[in-house]
């Protein structure tokens, strides 16, 4: 994208009230230009031929064309980067994995059930994402083939898979968990910046899709092989070594810029197991996880990073890539491959 052109933004939501705050929120960054607005799903299929935007801001919950219907039109017609608004309910986040699933790049969530002035206090979060995802494009992803059987080096427990991720990680994740056999040995903990309420939809979702079984982490629990722990929107997770094996933490602090954060995860996860971590970085803006990464590294440990191509925002692994923490620079589509040649 040429740097000196605005980013061009097509805002698509029922509400008068939505359309003109989101605007307006937009306009306040000097790079970026409202080039229109639509109130439902169809008129967001008339204009985006129309204006050619760089990125639609489509709300999902709208009366005839619902966004969902409205995305999977989009991508088969005239594809270009979408970043849905979702409502903060169970029913909107199953919708919203929908809509990821469909080609959104990703989410902004409004609480509906507070307030629509609640709106106004993502304003960092709605110009950022925008401006990221515009400039990246839609990413490249291909499917991921699930890799060939194999008999595993390490015993069951012996090593575990730490994973971060955060713009894009949705979908990330669910093709790479997706793709892990059910004998796996290794217990695995993620890291997903992503509000609380959508954490366990989110986990519900993959469990539909994955061999292996995916929870929301609970303080206390056991750290099992062929379990995936999600960390919950509102705490980090941390492992601690007792007297029955490992244990899973979630802690309230350190307050980080992120919560929950890949730093403290991947830490924790270093101090337990040494050489046996296995770092994986997906898709994310920010850096969250370089220094994380870096303790792994010193333990022995490995780290995998996403390569650019198949990231939805490049920052994450790009941040831990440039600091020479990478073993291996893999798509994404390659990525439960080269978690388990590390098992």
Sequence with gaps: MNAKKKIHVLVVDDSAFMRKAISKILESDPEIKVVGTASSGEECLEKVPELQPDIVALDLDMPGMGGLEALRRLMKENPVPVVVI????????????EALESGAQDFIYKDILRSPLDILKKEREIITKV????KKGIALIKPVKTPEKRA??????????????????????????????????????????????????FADRLNRLTKIDIVVAEDGAKLEPRVAYIAPGSAHLVLERTSKGIAIRTAKS???LYMPSVDIMFKSVAQIYGDGSVGVVLTGMGNDGKEGAR???????????????????????KAVIESGLADKVVPLDKIPEAILEEL
Excluded: W
């Design 86 to 97: 979702s409502a903060l309910t169970y029913e909107g986040a199953q919708i919203t994995f």
């Design 152 to 201: 595993f080096r390490s015993l069951r427990g012996e090593k575990v898979i730490a994973i971060g991720t955060s713009t894009g990680g949705p979908v990330a994740l669910e093709n790479v968990l997706k793709s892990l056999p059910d004998d796996i040995p290794s217990g695995i903990v993620i890291t997903q910046h992503m509000p609380d309420a959508f954490v366990k939809p």
């Design 254 to 256: 350190p307050k980080t």
């Design 295 to 317: 303790e792994i590294k010193k333990a022995g440990g490995v780290i995998i990073a996403q390569d650019e191509s198949t990231c939805v925002v490049y920052g994450m692994p």
């Design 131 to 134: 401006k990221e995802i515009a």
